[in-house]
């Protein structure tokens, strides 16, 4: 089974701008979650979604915002950029049903605002 | 609120010796307990997950115990080998939601030769 995709790698943007990320989860998985990294705040929840609908949210402002289509994959959206939403972001799948939650995480993709 | 505390500093062993990392949590229930592994630039690898109704859990030259009296967990690596470093992340549920998964701040590990 091919594993969680994220695309694109790496992506360098201005302050103000808008930016989508995208997320493949592995096949048959209904939940995608979106987690932000940096070295001073550790790995922070954005949001999760399974079956199109947000079913949990991190305390995130408005400006991040995602969805999830019907095969399941995900994006994730930031408008009007700052320079501390520079970071690795991680999505995560899961088949988001059973009574246990194991993450399996994509590689990232490493945001820089300039 | 709910807190999950990881040894803050780099934990250096040496190579062959027993790595023991701790997690401790407050304000929480969960019914269970993961942990992960993570390298630089990469997402974290699930490696263990024990409930709370189980004391230790074994995998390999891996092994977590559970305590929920304490509100911590211990992770041990046995044998420890250079390519055993990396940062180790503990993780549980949201209280109110099993789907909501809540990281710590890890550990990084580094194993000398």
């Known amino acids: 089974k091919a594993g969680v995709t994220q695309t694109p790698r790496y992506l360098i943007k201005t302050r103000g701008q808008q930016v989508t990320l995208s997320c493949s989860p592995i096949?048959?998985?209904?939940?995608v979650s979106w987690y932000q990294q940096t070295p001073g705040q550790g790995l922070q929840f954005l949001f999760e979604y399974f079956s199109e609908t947000q079913r949990n949210k991190g305390n995130f402002p408005g400006r991040f915002s995602g969805r999830q289509f019907s095969n399941s994959r995900s994006e994730m959206n930031v408008s009007t950029l700052e320079l501390g939403d520079s970071a690795l972001y991680l999505c995560a799948s899961s088949p988001g049903d059973g009574n246990v939650n194991i993450q399996y995480f994509g590689a990232g993709t490493r945001l820089s605002v300039l | 609120s709910q807190k999950i505390e990881q040894n803050s500093e780099a934990l250096n062993i040496q190579e062959g010796k027993t790595a023991t990392l701790t997690c401790n949590y407050t304000n929480y229930s969960p019914a269970y307990l993961q942990w992960y592994r993570q390298d630089p630039g990469r997402g974290p690898v699930f490696l263990l997950l024990i409930r709370e109704n189980e004391k230790e859990k074994r995998k390999e030259r891996l092994k977590v115990t559970f305590d929920t009296t304490l509100k911590q967990s211990l992770f041990h690596i046995t044998a420890s080998q250079p390519a055993d470093s990396a940062t180790y992340l503990c993780a549980l549920p949201k209280y109110s939601s099993a789907s909501k998964i809540i990281f710590g701040s890890g550990t990084r590990l580094s194993i000398r030769p």
């Open positions: 096949s048959g998985h209904r939940s």
